[in-house]
Antibody, heavy 119, light 108 residues
Framework: QITLNESGPTQVKPTQTLTLTCTFS??????????VGWIRQPPGKALEWLAL???????RYSPSLKSRLTITRATPRNQVVLTMTNMDPVDTATYYC???????????WGQGTPVTVSS | DIQLTQSPSSLSASVGDRVTITCRAS??????LHWYQQKPGKAPILLIY???SLQTGVPSRFSGSGFGTDFTLTISSLQSEDFAIYYC??????????FGQGTKLDIK
């Protein structure tokens, strides 16, 4: 059974750094074609892709947010961590992690974690 | 950047109706186009991948078609549980992954 779970703070202050952890089970991120990505959704708005780490440790970022994002694998190896610097109220959203597979689709998602940016 | 434009943005329909949602890409993306369903407060669920392949466990009333820049998601006979927001998503060289703006399907 494949599961993903996001964890992290529910609230951060403007200018702070957000750190989110995705803990997954039921698949190996070392398998060719696999990846774990982060997607966010502001309240009432569309989904926005943020970052992705591949099975071979390649990393890709949304061009508009690249300067603020870092995605890494954590120890143990079934965790992926996203950091986003210089948080702003417009970054208020539900943040999802999702498993990426061979044709670039996200076939399993976590339940999402809400993050509010407010002083 | 490749932009995805969904139409319509919202749609009202009745149980039993046949519904079609369109997703247009600003550049060709071959068949790297996927469809998701999202209900309020829930994570998206993958329905269709690679334009026309049905994800395991998804009812056969959902189907997808298209190649290049124009794609469609069809629900052959709407059920009450299908009222939701639908998103298309593309995978390409740049910017790798992006989503459409969504189509809200509600009850007429």
């Amino acid at each position: 059974q494949i599961t993903l779970n996001e964890s992290g703070p529910t609230q951060v202050k403007p200018t702070q750094t957000l750190t989110l952890t995705c803990t997954f089970s039921g698949f190996s991120l070392s398998s060719s074609g696999m990846g774990v990505g982060w997607i966010r959704q502001p309240p009432g708005k569309a989904l926005e892709w943020l970052a992705l780490i591949y099975w071979d440790d390649e990393k890709r970022y949304s061009p508009s947010l690249k300067s603020r994002l870092t995605i890494t694998r954590a120890t143990p190896r079934n965790q992926v961590v996203l950091t986003m610097t210089n948080m702003d109220p417009v970054d208020t959203a539900t943040y999802y992690c999702a498993k990426r597979t061979v044709a670039g689709q996200f076939d399993y998602w976590g339940q999402g974690t809400p993050v509010t940016v407010s002083s | 950047d490749i932009q995805l434009t969904q139409s319509p943005s919202s749609l009202s329909a009745s149980v039993g109706d046949r519904v079609t949602i369109t997703c247009r890409a600003s550049q060709t993306i071959n068949n790297f186009l996927h469809w998701y369903q999202q209900k309020p407060g829930k994570a998206p669920i993958l329905l269709i991948y690679s334009a026309s392949s049905l994800q395991t466990g998804v009812p056969s009333r959902f189907s997808g078609s298209g190649f290049g820049t124009d794609f469609t998601l069809t629900i052959s006979s709407l059920q009450s549980e299908d009222f939701a927001i639908y998103y298309c998503q593309q995978y390409s060289d740049w910017p790798l992954y992006s989503f459409g703006q969504g189509t809200k399907l509600d009850i007429k």
